[in-house]
Every structure is written in structure tokens, then in C-alpha cells.
């Protein structure tokens, strides 16, 4: 039998839900590590971002046309799935002999749900997907028995067979990203005009409990790095041959191995790129670091997103959040004292919450006193542990709503549309109430926050709702001024 040659297509559905486009056009990594590890091994490969290219369904119709793969893959969380199946419906309707690969955290959990249910998505990578994808092109390629392949499902007539488990990559150093696919000058980060910026993987995984999360299980609580001379050395090589001057670290916790991220700072310091560096971690990691912090900020690092989460002992309990109210609140404190913007998200919603339970987090928010806060509304991944306790209380089944914006659980005593304005209200007020302190701020961050009130107001999903914000800034207590008054209030801030 004659051999394919794959035209290898890595595809992101063209999904949005309007929120972090508000702050910068952002790189799908992980197809970009796929990327390179099947580059690596001699297949051709494009990267297709529909996503960050605000592509329709018909642009992505257009370009399989003018490029036609024969080979789409596409990277898929709970929120894009069915738009990633759309992705895939087309691809065949292009060319039936198509090969159509779903990888990443959904697909993953829900290949028999998918598979039995969508014929247009011929196979699911499971985990992590670098080795796996070029073991399935390998195979394909030479018409082989797909069961060979491991650590992947497929349709089988009509059973749906899934081969055994592949084992994480033991050594992430050895991961090539295709860093040469990627058309730098679409990512940007918005609060920094001209920049051009990386999602980078330092480290994969997670060892921590917390019930709504689906981290965790993808990583099964295991968690691994990059050494820290291969990582700052990538982000250097970055900075020199594409520009990139603001990171932002996919990882789920970087710090967690304390000696390795002290490393990390010292030769960041050390090789002194000029490079931001935006992450996440772990509160209790920012108490751990507490004498750390100036390095951090020295090592570039200005943005740190902990995940706070809820703002009352018992919801943290329930959320299985091993942290006391207390530590969000000076990990903030913290990370202010050295000039790293602090960013934080409080999970509303679960079915037991009443509109003043969540009327008294918005107020707890401000008491945190984050510069940024989200207020989010608690997601249940099919497939998350916290699934079976609310499975009950859950309003919609359609998975493009389960993107933390759209309430898709109902709580005993509040109706969504109850939900989603005390959502809006959490961030009106917040933000509201961090405008008022704006003259307090240093100049830097001054200037930050109307960025990020421009950034809100004109490209996110809160547009129209923080378009009222102008109501409530200072000179206007509680005021609604007519319309002109409030545009220039807007230009006096900058925000016209
Ligand atoms: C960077 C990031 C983004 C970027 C995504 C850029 C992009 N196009 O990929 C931006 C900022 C745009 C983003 C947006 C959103 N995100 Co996001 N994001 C992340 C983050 C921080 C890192 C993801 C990452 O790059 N990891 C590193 C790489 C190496 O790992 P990976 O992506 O898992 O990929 C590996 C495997 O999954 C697998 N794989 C993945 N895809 C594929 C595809 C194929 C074909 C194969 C074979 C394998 C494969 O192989 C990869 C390499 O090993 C994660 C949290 C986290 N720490 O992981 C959240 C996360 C993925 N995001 C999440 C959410 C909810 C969203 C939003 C809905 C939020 C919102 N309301 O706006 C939007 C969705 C917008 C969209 N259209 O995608 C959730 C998803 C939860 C879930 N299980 O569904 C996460 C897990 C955050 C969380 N803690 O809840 N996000
Ligand atoms: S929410 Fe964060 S700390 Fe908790 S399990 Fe998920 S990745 Fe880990």
C-alpha cells in the first residue's frame, strides 16, 4: 500500500468570549510545542490561528481551500469544543479524506462523548500531545494500524477504541517549540503598545486539590519543569531572534520548586533581557517568597495573577483551596509593596449562594484590594470533581457558555440574569472604587489603571456595562451625568 504524505494543519477554533482579547493577542503554545516536535521529525506543518485572526467559520472554509491540508488538528478546552468540531466538519466537507485530530484538556476527558457523537473528529490525542501526534502521523502516514499508536481514540465502525495511556515526557527539556511558525507581529500585549509577546511552558502540572479545576486531572497531580538555564535561555533566544519583549508563562505554578525559580530570578537578573514577564502562581508560593519579591520584580516579573478565588473561609474549604482568607489578602499586600501588579479572580455563583453572599465577596474584593480583579462565574468542566455536587443546579448544556463569563449554573434563590448582573456589579463596583483611589497611586500605576479601564471599555466582553463606570468616578458621586458630561469625564481620564 502507498504512503501519505501529511500536509499538517494545527488549527485553534475561532472562539471568543471576549475577555482576554481585551488585553493582547496571545499565542497558542501548545500547539506550538506540537508544532515543533513534528517539525522535528520531518513533517510539514502550518499554524493556523483563527482564533487571534477573528476568523469566521467561512475564513476557516477560505483558507483549508487555498491551503488544503490533509491533516487538521485542533487544541480544544470545554468553551471552544464545539466550535473546534465545526473546525473539523468543514475540513471534511473540504476534502473528505481529511484526517481530523482533537487534542488538549476536553477532548482528553470527553473522547467517547465526542467521538460517538461527532463522526466529522476521526481521532483524539489524549495528555500531552508532542510524542503522540508524530507516533499517529507516523502511522497514518504509512496506512498503519492506528492501534499501534498510544495514548490515542478512534472510531472503529461504530465502537469508539482507545489505546493505552503514553506516560508524560519525563524530560521537558527536550521539547523543541516551532517557535519559526509563529507570525510574531499578530501577538501583541495591549498595555504595552508595540510589544510583541510569547506564551511560554516553564513547568507542567499541579499537585494541589482544588475541586473546580481541571488542571489538576490533566496533569494527574503530577508536576515537572523545564531546568531553569534551558528556560531563560529560550525566553533570551526569543527576545534576540523574534523581539519578544513581554512572556507570559502558560504555567500553572512555576514557583512551586523553590530552588529551581530562585535560579530562574538570579539569571534572569543576571542576562538582564528587558523582558515582562506576566504569571500565576499560588498565594501561599507569594508568602513563601516574601524576602524573594524585589528580585522578582528585578528579574522582570510584573504581573502576578493568584487565584484568591472566593473570599469567605467556608467557600474556600468547599473549593478545597488550602489557604486562609487572610494569606490572599497579604500576598497582595505584598506584591503591591514591591510594585508588581497583583490580579485576582473571585469564583461567584455555586448553588447555594444567595445575591447578598455575593453582594458581600464584591465588598471583600475591595477589601483584598487587588489592582485588578475578575469576578468569575464557577464553571463545572464535565469532568471536574465539583461536577457531581452541582450537576443538579446546571441551567445549559451548550459548552460555549462554560468560559467563566456565562453563569451556566442556577443557584436556589437567584434566577442567570440574577448571577450575571451581580457579576457586572462586582466589576463596576470594584473598579469604581479602585478610580477613586487613582490619585493615591504612583504615576506608573496611575497610568496602568486607565489603561486597563480604556482596555475594558472599548475591547471587552464589559464594553457596554463599563461604559456607565464614567458615572461613578470621583466628582460625580453617585451622579448619572447627561451624556456629554460624562464623555468628557471619559477624556479628562484619558479614556476618550
Ligand atoms: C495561555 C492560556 C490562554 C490563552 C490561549 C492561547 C491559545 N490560543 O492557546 C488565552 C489567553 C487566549 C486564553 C483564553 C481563554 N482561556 Co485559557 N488558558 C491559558 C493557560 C494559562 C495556559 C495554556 C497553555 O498554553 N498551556 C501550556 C501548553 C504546553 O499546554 P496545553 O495548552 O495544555 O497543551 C498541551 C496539551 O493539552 C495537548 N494539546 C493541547 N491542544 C492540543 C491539540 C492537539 C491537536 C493535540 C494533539 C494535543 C493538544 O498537548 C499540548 C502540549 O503538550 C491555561 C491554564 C494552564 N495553566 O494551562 C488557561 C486555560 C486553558 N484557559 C481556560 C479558559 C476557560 C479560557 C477562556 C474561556 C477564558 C475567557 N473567559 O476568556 C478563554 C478561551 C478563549 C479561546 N478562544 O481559547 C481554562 C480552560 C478550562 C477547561 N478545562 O476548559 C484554563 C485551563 C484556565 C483555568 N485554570 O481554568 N487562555
Ligand atoms: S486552581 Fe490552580 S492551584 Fe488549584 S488545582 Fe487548579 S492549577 Fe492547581
Redo the contacts with the bound molecule.
Keep these: 500500500m502507498s504512503t501519505r504524505i501529511p500536509e499538517i494543519m ?1 488549527v ?10 481585551a ?12 508544532g515543533g516536535s513534528l517539525q522535528q521529525a520531518g513533517y510539514a506543518v502550518t499554524l493556523y ?1 483563527a ?2 485572526k477573528f476568523h469566521t467559520l467561512e475564513d476557516v472554509r477560505a483558507t483549508f481551500r487555498n491551503h488544503r491540508p490533509n491533516v487538521v ?8 469544543v464545539v ?1 473546534g468540531m465545526e473546525v473539523c466538519r468543514i475540513a471534511k466537507e473540504e476534502n473528505p479524506e481529511t484526517l481530523t ?9 470527553m473522547y467517547e462523548q465526542i467521538l460517538s457523537e461527532h463522526l466529522e473528529v476521526d481521532v483524539i ?1 489524549f ?4 510524542e ?2 508524530v507516533r ?1 502521523m507516523d502511522a497514518w502516514s504509512a496506512r498503519a494500524d492506528l492501534r499501534r499508536v498510544m495514548g490515542i481514540a478512534y472510531r472503529q465502525g461504530d465502537l469508539v477504541v482507545k489505546t493505552p495511556r503514553r506516560g508524560f ?1 519525563g524530560n521537558l527539556d527536550i521539547l523543541e517549540p516551532a517557535w519559526n511558525l509563529v507570525p510574531w507581529k499578530e501577538y501583541s500585549y495591549r498595555p504595552k503598545p508595540g510589544s510583541t509577546l510569547a ?1 511560554v ?1 516553564s513547568s ?1 502540572g ?1 499537585r494541589e486539590h482544588c475541586s ?4 489538576r486531572l ?1 496533569w494527574k497531580e503530577s508536576w515537572r519543569a523545564v531546568s531553569a538555564e534551558r528556560f531563560v535561555g529560550q525566553l533570551e533566544a526569543m527576545h534576540r531572534h523574534h523581539g519578544v519583549d513581554v512572556v ?5 505554578i512555576p514557583t512551586l520548586d523553590p530552588q529551581r525559580w530562585d535560579r530562574i530570578l538570579d539569571l534572569l537578573i543576571e542576562r538582564d533581557l528587558g523582558t515582562a514577564i506576566l504569571l ?1 502562581t499560588r498565594v501561599d508560593d507569594i508568602l513563601r517568597d516574601e524576602h524573594l519579591l524585589p528580585k522578582y520584580r528585578r528579574a522582570g516579573i510584573e504581573h502576578i495573577y493568584v ?1 484568591v478565588e472566593a473570599t469567605n473561609q467556608a467557600a474556600l474549604d468547599l473549593f478545597k483551596k488550602d489557604l486562609k482568607v487572610e494569606d490572599g489578602k497579604r500576598a497582595i499586600e505584598l506584591m503591591a509593596a514591591c510594585d508588581i501588579i497583583s490580579e485576582t479572580s473571585f469564583v461567584m455563583g455555586m448553588p447555594h449562594e444567595t445575591a447578598e453572599d455575593m453582594a458581600r465577596t464584591i465588598e471583600l474584593a475591595k477589601y483584598y484590594n487587588p489592582d485588578m480583579a475578575f469576578f ?1 462565574a464557577i ?1 463545572p ?1 464535565p ?2 470533581d465539583l461536577y457531581e455536587g452541582v450537576k443538579n443546579h446546571i441551567a445549559t448544556d451548550d459548552y460555549r457558555k ?4 456565562e453563569p451556566v449554573i442556577k443557584p436556589e434563590s437567584m434566577t442567570i440574569d440574577e448571577v450575571r448582573q451581580q457579576l457586572f456589579n462586582g466589576f463596576r463596583d470594584f473598579y469604581v472604587n479602585k478610580m477613586r483611589g487613582l490619585s493615591a497611586m504612583p504615576e506608573w500605576k496611575q497610568a496602568f489603571m486607565k489603561t486597563l479601564m480604556h482596555l475594558f471599555m472599548n475591547h471587552s466582553y464589559l464594553r457596554d456595562q463599563m461604559g456607565d463606570l464614567a458615572h461613578h468616578l470621583p466628582g460625580h458621586p453617585g451622579a448619572h451625568p447627561p451624556h456629554k458630561e460624562r464623555e468628557s469625564l471619559r477624556e479628562s481620564v484619558g479614556w476618550a
Aim: net charge negative; glycine share 8%.
Design positions: 494545527l485553534t477554533p475561532p472562539y471568543h468570549a471576549g475577555v482576554v482579547e488585553a493582547g493577542s496571545w499565542l497558542p503554545c501548545g500547539l506550538v510545542y506540537i490561528d482564533m487571534t488538528m485542533v487544541s480544544c478546552i470545554t468553551a471552544t466550535d485530530v482533537l487534542g488538549g484538556a476536553h477532548p482528553t476527558f490525542i495528555d500531552e500531545g508532542e503522540t501526534s499517529l515526557i506564551v511552558s507542567r499541579c473546580f479545576c481541571s488542571q490533566f507570559m508563562l502558560a504555567d500553572e500565576e487565584g468569575l464553571t468542566w469532568y471536574a462554560y468560559n467563566l463569563v
